[in-house]
């Protein structure tokens, strides 16, 4: 049986509305459903999917001029939402990606800096401390933070190590060695050379001098609690 225009309308507007609501009650609920260890939001991307298609639809099928654009519209809504949440989603995906192999950047200096003690007693020179650790680290792309590339060397070095032994650090695993900063190739210091804003998602990463690597916030390091050191105790 076909439809008049004018139940087509009520039809084409009563799935507008609905769609309107859907957006914005169930859309923000569904996206936070992630696939287990990704980003991926598979129920908010098809429910937008699902509104932009029957939107569409609507506006195809129905005649009156106004049905038309209100169907139009919440598909072109919906589909900019879509585009919105599929775009943020990539850019926290490459963020993460970031963090993932600067983790790994971060744990190869430390585990070289293990290396060198072994083998030298000491850990390197505060000054010359990228060049002195060059043997022990097989590709000079270690010394390259993801969300840095300009830099030679995106991190820094703590010269309270400068030529320390084992000995002289009473909790090595509070001690922090390299960083994430932005000063380059050879740069040792302190607070004042941690990154100007976190590199990764709010943080950046620590290798201490027992070789272990931790992610940590502005916070976790600065506040009254901080278990990070730069002088050892
Ligand atoms: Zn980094």
Known sequence: MALSDRAKSAVGTAIALCSVLLLLVVFPISVRVRIPGTDYRPLGYALEAVLVAV????????????TKVLGSLVAATCLLVLCMTVASNAQR??????????????KDLALGLQMYLEDNGAFPLAGSWCDE?????????????????ALDCGYAYNPALSSATRRALSDASRSVAVFDS?????????????TKQPRHLGGDHYGFA?????????????????RYRWTPE
Request: glycine share 8%; proline share 5%; net charge positive.
């Open 55 to 66: 939107n569409a639809g609507v506006a195809f099928w129905v005649r009156p001029a106004w």
């Open 93 to 106: 995906d490459s963020a993460r990606l970031q963090r993932m192999a600067c983790l790994h950047n971060t």
């Open 133 to 149: 650790l060059l043997p022990y680290t097989i590709h000079r792309d270690w010394y390259r933070c993801p969300a840095a590339p």
């Open 182 to 194: 932005d000063r380059g190739w050879n740069a040792a210091g302190g607070l004042e050379l941690l």
């Open 210 to 226: 027992d070789g272990h690597v931790e992610w940590a916030s502005r916070q976790q390091v600065l506040g009254k609690q901080s």
